[in-house]
């Protein structure tokens, strides 16, 4: 089998584009993959380090200057024209877009050769470029039931969860003792993404500053970008743990007895497949909102507490996770809810899905 992958710009596309490679990989022994993303953001280092044929495309987001988009309309019609060629030589069975500006013109040209299409959705919102591609996608696939209502499309939509779940189960345990923490405490670990959130460090130091006296630890993760000012002339307690980066997070949420988190797709499915009961605080400096509304629909159901960043004070967080902390009930019963819903096998859903979709030519 041949598929191209396309999907850029942050890892909350490119995470489940590599899940989607890995499950195809597992599925189809002589498969042949061509990963298509952007000319100068961080898949064009990440993806040939492991591995995988790379065809950068020179494109860019709109924005509000005219003179850069008349620009970007010029780097479409040319990475339109690379495409098709693209397709011609390698003639694929499908091809896969997972999110971001990228994705366009890799679609569209698919669409003109009568390639078949899928494309997947993270947020509950979708996304400016997934609905603009909508109309060229024969499959789309969804990680929240509420995205159905975006999209204006005659392609099939099917219900697929996020495909990170499932390779969160299989990172192992991270070891306490290597984290400089105490085995035998309970542990709290904050997640303000994987670039971190300067607004959320600012609210959150204070409390961190003042559980000295708390018989349970917090791990605070800041982003790499955040981590010098973050600690910058502070001793925090014993009991906090501060840094700027954890590879492979999974390992550590595993051991965490409470999360609390942005809410990112990635993270929340990470989370519901490891039934981690988590206080989620969506970021408010996203497009459409959409962490407000994925958190949203993940609270409505129980699987997790919701806090929004405007109403949170140093007591306000101490409050939220001492009582959850205490009510073990509480994360028993969040974990069964979660336990029932995971869609840990999303990955295998969406190469059964596509594996019909290009049987049924």
């Known amino acids: 089998m041949k598929i191209i992958v396309t999907a850029g710009g942050t890892m909350g596309h490119i995470n489940p584009a590599?899940?989607?490679?890995?499950?195809?990989?597992?599925?189809?022994?002589?498969?042949?993959?061509?990963?298509?993303?952007?000319?100068?953001?961080?898949?064009?280092?990440?993806?040939?380090?492991?591995?995988?044929?790379?065809?950068?495309?020179?494109?860019?987001?709109f924005t509000k200057n005219i003179f850069l988009d008349i620009k970007n309309i010029?780097?479409?019609?040319?990475?339109?024209?690379?495409?098709?060629?693209?397709?011609?030589?390698?003639?694929?069975?499908?091809?896969?877009?997972?999110g971001g500006y990228v994705t366009y013109p890799v679609i569209k040209a698919a669409k003109e050769m009568n390639i078949k299409t899928f494309i997947h959705e993270q947020n509950s919102i979708p996304?400016?470029?997934?609905?603009?591609?909508?109309?060229y996608a024969d499959l789309i696939g969804i990680t929240f039931v509420k995205s159905k209502d975006y999209f204006e499309t005659n392609g099939k939509i099917i219900y697929t969860g996020h495909p990170c779940g499932a390779k969160a189960i299989s990172i192992p345990k991270k070891n306490k003792k290597d984290l400089g923490l105490t085995n035998g405490k309970?542990?709290?670990?904050?997640?303000?993404?994987?670039?971190?959130?300067?607004?959320l460090n600012h609210k959150v130091k204070n409390y961190l500053l003042s559980i000295a006296d708390k018989d349970y630890e917090v791990c605070y993760i800041t982003g790499k970008m955040h981590y010098e000012n973050f600690i910058k002339n502070t001793n925090f307690p014993k009991n906090v743990k501060v840094v700027?980066?954890?590879?492979?997070?999974?390992g550590l949420l595993k051991i965490s007895d409470i999360v609390v988190s942005r809410?990112?797709?990635?993270?929340?499915?990470?989370?519901?497949?490891?039934?981690?009961?988590?206080?989620?605080?969506?970021?408010?400096?996203?497009?459409?909102?959409?962490?407000?509304?994925?958190?949203?629909?993940?609270?409505?159901?129980?699987?997790?507490?919701?806090?929004?960043?405007?109403?949170?004070?140093?007591?306000?967080?101490e409050e939220s996770i001492e009582d959850l902390l205490e009510d073990t009930r509480k994360r028993v019963h969040m974990k069964t809810l979660m336990q029932e819903e995971a869609t840990c096998n999303s990955a295998k859903i969406i190469y059964q899905e596509i594996k019909k979709l290009i049987e049924n030519k």
């Open 263 to 317: 809410a990112g797709a990635g993270s929340l499915s990470e989370i519901l497949a490891l039934e981690v009961p988590s206080i989620i605080i969506p970021s408010p400096n996203v497009a459409n909102n959409h962490q407000y509304y994925n958190a949203k629909e993940y609270f409505q159901k129980g699987y997790v507490l919701m806090l929004e960043e405007k109403d949170i004070t140093s007591k306000k967080l």
């Open 18 to 61: 590599l899940a989607i490679i890995d499950e195809f990989k597992k599925m189809e022994k002589n498969l042949e993959v061509i990963y298509v993303g952007t000319h100068n953001r961080m898949e064009k280092n990440l993806i040939p380090k492991l591995g995988i044929d790379y065809v950068p495309l020179t494109i860019y987001g």
């Open 186 to 199: 309970k542990l709290v670990t904050f997640v303000a993404g994987s670039l971190g959130s300067d607004s």
């Open 127 to 135: 996304g400016k470029s997934n609905k603009m591609i909508a109309k």
């Open 244 to 250: 700027p980066f954890v590879e492979e997070l999974p």
């Open 74 to 98: 010029f780097c479409i019609k040319a990475a339109l024209k690379k495409c098709r060629k693209l397709m011609l030589d390698f003639k694929p069975d499908v091809v896969i877009g997972v």
